[in-house]
């Protein structure tokens, strides 16, 4: 997919990517409203029943900027960011900065 990277846990700090995953596991499943550098967003998060798969969709409301990845727990405890169309950063950061009101 172009502009599509992939991230694996590996590349990452462990702090970091625990940090990350904590921020990713207390948004709750389904559709929230929030902040992300100072404009309103909505976000969605769907997660599969084992929790390997977290898909997570953000958009700006009022505005045209989205975020949207994937990310999978492989069988070997990996950790995989997908991130669609947009750079891996982009997806982390709006992750770890994405404030629900």
Known sequence: MPGAMTQSASELSSAFLVKFEK???ELPE???HGIFQGRRW???VRRSADWRRVWRYGEELGGADVVSFNLY???DARTILRPCEMSSSKV???VLGFERT
Do not use: E, I, K, P
């Open 30 to 32: 389904g559709y929230v």
């Open 23 to 25: 921020a990713l596991a």
């Open 92 to 94: 982390v950061d709006f």
């Open 42 to 44: 909505s976000a969605t």
């Open 73 to 75: 727990v492989l069988s």
